[in-house]
């Protein structure tokens, strides 16, 4: 008994003390990246073009580059995502079809984002003939998020009680109308901690959109869906390897990685309010 009680103390202190690790790991880059970055923040630097050859001036095009793709992204796979999770749930036959499906899906999510990136060049940039744009590198992401948001909605939409939709279905209301009415409104909590994931990795890729979409530079903001942009992972990208002045614009690096993390820190945690808004209303 006393060996068994042993055992499982072990095991919860190595659990914690591998969740410590992690915790201080991710802590100490934040504070690295705040240390290095925070002298570069100003009202230039946020709200101006880069000039110079970007060893002067802002990430403005950057931001909002950055802004555009990821909308773009989730306004494509959201919709897309939680439509299949509806079906694979509660619509289709379960099977061995179904089960090579989910199996997909899985790999899909584990795919390497370059991956995505070279599909989205050779669909939609060469065969669509949509060009390097904001709409290739947004579809582009939008497929690359699809896998994190169907994974979730289901696992969200399998997590509502049977007895839900029994109970609606016996009061006569439409398998239609239960799923609408009764399931996905209490499976929306799950259903954001997805499109949350789905954010934060649209934001921070550089891969997929420096085939389909990112600009080397660009002082001009986009006029259409069809015309390159900047963005703020491929702008660290070049900044830290392609200019012609790296080590000048070493505080330009950090200070763009800091706005990065910051705007996907923020948009997570707006996300997370809402979710647990969300969760405490269907408590009441």
């Known amino acids: ?9 072990a095991f919860f202190a190595v ?6 690790l992690i915790a201080a790991a991710i802590v100490l880059f934040l504070v690295y990246i705040f240390i290095n970055g925070v002298g570069a923040i100003s009202w230039e630097f946020l709200t101006e073009p880069p000039r110079d050859s970007m060893t002067k001036g802002g990430i403005m095009p950057a931001i909002l580059g950055t802004f555009y793709l990821t909308a773009g992204a989730v306004i494509i796979a959201l919709p897309l995502g939680v439509a299949s999770a509806i079906y694979l749930s509660e619509y289709a036959k379960q099977g061995p079809i179904i089960r090579i499906i989910r199996v997909g899906v899985n790999c899909l999510a584990g795919v390497p ?6 599909f989205g060049l050779g669909l939609f940039v060469v065969f669509l003939q949509f060009g390097s744009s904001i709409l290739s590198g947004a579809l582009t992401l939008g497929v690359l998020i699809l896998p994190t948001i169907i994974g979730a909605s289901e696992e969200a939409l399998k997590s509502v009680p049977q007895t839900f939709r029994e109970a609606s279905l016996g009061l006569g209301v439409s398998k239609w109308q239960t799923i609408i009415r009764i399931v996905v409104p209490n ?23 420096m085939f389909t979409a990112a ?5 001009k903001l986009p006029g259409s869906i069809f015309d390159e942009v900047m963005a703020l ?4 990208y070049v900044l ?7 080590e000048e614009t070493r505080p330009f690096q950090y200070g763009t990685v800091l706005v990065l993390v910051a705007l996907v820190l923020g948009v997570d945690l707006i996300a997370i309010i809402i979710r647990s808004y969300m969760r405490k209303k269907k408590r009441w």
């Open 15 to 20: 659990v914690r003390l591998a969740a410590f």
């Open 240 to 246: 830290a390897t392609a200019g012609t002045h790296i």
């Open 233 to 236: 992972p491929y702008h660290v």
């Open 113 to 118: 984002s370059i991956v995505f990136g070279l």
């Open 1 to 9: 008994m006393k060996w068994r009680y042993f055992k499982q103390k």
């Open 215 to 219: 600009a080397f530079f660009t002082a």
């Open 187 to 209: 499976a929306l909590p799950g259903i954001l901690t997805g499109s949350i994931l789905g954010v934060g990795r649209a934001a921070g890729e550089t891969a997929p959109i």
